[in-house]
């Protein structure tokens, strides 16, 4: 873990805490995976990745997260974009 990652590291933990008190289920199975998988590029500076699983987890919460877990998604998203990770495809609107 370097100085740069480390906050979105710390923040990739918490949300991972949250993800895991869903109720049990295959979405749920789904989305602590693909966060996983995030984590791990992170780590591992892989932008391809990081772009690739945060469109994913997203789009994962929409579907089965609560406000408090989208809120600690967009602090993550926060945090790797002043690290300097591009965590979308595009720019948005």
């Not at 979105?8 to 199975?29: E, H, Q, R």
């Not at 929409?62 to 591009?86: D, I, N, V, W, Y």
């Amino acid at each position: 873990m370097s100085e740069r990652t480390a906050p979105s590291l710390a923040k990739l933990d918490d949300l991972l805490a949250a993800l895991k008190s869903l109720p049990a289920g295959s979405t749920k199975d789904e989305l602590v995976e693909t966060t996983e998988a995030l984590r791990r590029a992170v780590a591992a500076f892989h932008m391809e990745a990081i772009r690739f699983r945060m469109h994913n987890v997203e789009r994962l919460l929409k579907t089965a997260g609560s406000p408090a877990q989208h809120q600690a998604f967009e602090e993550l998203r926060h945090a790797l974009e002043t690290a300097g990770f591009h965590t979308r495809s595009h720019s948005a609107p």
